[in-house]
């Protein structure tokens, strides 16, 4: 451009002679540089892209401007044309200046497409290392967000897996907690029959014995504490049941996010860490355009904290429940020892007071016995004394009965007549006495029989009472089961 309107010089007078490896600018064909660089051409066009097939075919009409060299079609190489000589043509030849100013206009278009060839391969230069630059930098930063990503699920994965580490855990001992109160339930049953079996032996027990006294109404509250506890116990079971149902569930809903986590972790990793130069890669055409996407980083990020807030809840319920059911079998076997223990105290009261009335009744019918012996001797004695009256009497009478036997006036009413009769009262009112007090000595016999009846059915339903209090009921209650297996322990 700076030899624009200066003097001809011999440079641009005569111009240097075109290099045999000239080739045209690259602006001036249009063809050369259009759809040349499409991403799949590389592999697939053997020819070069930066020689245009425009210079060929400029090239091939070149040759025209000699006609001799057309070959056998042609004139024939030592043959010349006739020149014509015709001065009208004349008029139609270009003068020097068109010839001059025809060599400028090419100069100028030749620089001017020089010019703009070279900005564009600056700027296509430059537009490359912008390109690359941004390329480099877009991948760049989807690298950093992947690796973002990576590190939000590595964290959502370690609570996950802590989280359902602590689940687990809590399940187990949750369910270990169930089995011991399934156990602990199952142990009251034979403290319940003891109970009732008791209740039931106590109801042979024979005439006065048969009372509700304070062993009764113990055993009684004793089956009631016992129903009471079994029925705690089996609603604490239903919750456990429940519960550990509700566990299972979170821990499965944790369990299906872990392994989605995992996969994901796994495929956001193997993406992190490819790289230009990596095995693998390949065109995927159109998936930029396939969204299958269901959530955002939000809702993502919410729904394994959801996830993770339910299972923290259903956790802490599951521990609550855990040490209710704790302290319910440590309540329940302390109420069902206290009534146990209330009871055998009853029962030992009990036999003590029915012990101590049987050595009583044992020793009066001793003195029963006894006096039943000595009355019968006084029986005997008072019948022989009886016996022995009477012959006086016999002796009394024989002799009043010889004396009237006695004539005239030797019957007289003298002392030995009034001795006599006074003798024969007094032996008859001794043996009219002496009967009265054997008929009392019989019925007096006859009482202490009767008493000694009385205490001998007493101390056979007192020995009664303290067999079944003493043997079967406390037999049977020593096999009450120990606190350790009443709390669920084997």
């Known amino acids: 451009m700076e030899f624009l309107g200066s003097t001809l010089t011999a440079t641009f007078a005569h111009p240097s002679p075109t290099p045999p ?7 001036t064909m249009a063809s050369s540089y259009k759809n040349r660089f499409p991403h799949y051409s590389f592999t697939h066009r053997l020819s070069l892209p930066w020689r245009p097939s425009t210079y060929y075919k400029v090239a091939s009409y070149s ?16 043959r010349m044309l006739p020149f014509i000589s015709n001065r009208t043509t004349l008029f139609t030849r270009y003068t020097p200046d068109d010839w001059y100013r025809s060599n400028l206009t090419n100069y100028k278009e030749s620089e001017s497409s020089r010019h703009n060839a070279e900005r564009l391969r600056v700027d296509t230069s430059r537009m490359i290392q912008d390109k690359d630059q941004q390329t480099r930098n877009t991948q760049s930063d989807t690298t950093k967000n992947l690796g973002e990503r990576v590190n939000d699920i590595g964290f959502w994965k370690s609570e996950l897996i802590h989280e359902l580490d602590e689940m687990i855990g809590e399940t187990n001992a949750l369910t270990d907690v169930k089995k011991r109160l399934e156990r602990a339930l199952a142990e009251t049953e034979a403290p319940l029959q003891v ?3 008791c209740l039931f032996h106590r109801e042979k027990r024979m005439g006065i014995d048969l009372i509700h006294d ?14 009471s506890c079994q029925e705690r116990m089996r609603q604490h079971l239903d919750k456990a049941i429940a519960q550990l149902a509700a566990d299972r569930a979170v821990q499965h809903e944790l ?15 193997k993406c992190h860490h490819l790289r230009n130069t990596s095995d693998g890669i390949s065109y995927y055409k159109g998936v930029e355009r396939i969204d299958a996407t269901i959530s955002v980083p939000e809702s993502w990020a919410k729904f394994t904290d959801d996830n993770i807030l339910r299972s923290q809840s259903e956790r802490a319920a599951s521990a ?28 030992t009261n009990r036999i003590s007071e029915t012990g101590d009335a049987k050595n009583k009744i044992q020793m009066h019918l001793a003195k029963t016995l006894q006096e039943i012996f000595q009355t019968e001797m006084a029986i005997e004695a008072i019948r022989k004394a009886i016996r022995d009256k009477g012959a006086p009497l016999k002796v009394a009478q024989t002799r009043l009965d010889e004396r009237t036997r006695r004539t005239n006036v030797e019957l007289c009413r003298d002392t030995a007549q009034l001795r006599l009769v006074n003798e024969v009262h007094e032996i008859d009112d001794t043996i009219q006495s002496l009967q009265q007090r054997l008929r009392d000595a019989e019925d007096t016999l006859q009482a202490l029989v009767h008493a000694k009846a009385m205490l001998e059915h007493d101390l056979a339903v007192k020995s009664n009472s303290l067999f079944i209090d003493q043997e079967k009921c406390m037999g049977m209650r020593k096999s009450y089961p120990s606190t350790l297996r009443l709390v669920g322990y084997s």
């Open 63 to 78: 040759p025209t401007l000699a006609p001799l060299s057309r070959g056998a079609e042609g004139p024939c190489r030592n």
């Open 21 to 27: 490896n000239f080739l045209p600018a690259i602006s």
């Open 214 to 227: 304070d062993v009764e109404k113990q055993l009684l509250t004793e089956v009631d504490v016992i129903k």
């Open 320 to 347: 609550k429940l855990r040490n209710d059911i704790e302290n319910l079998l440590v309540v329940t076997a302390n109420e069902m020892w206290n009534q146990f223990n209330t009871v055998n105290v009853a029962f």
């Open 255 to 269: 369990e299906k996010d872990l392994s989605d986590k995992q996969t994901a972790f796994r495929i956001d990793d």
């Open 195 to 197: 109970a009732q079996e």
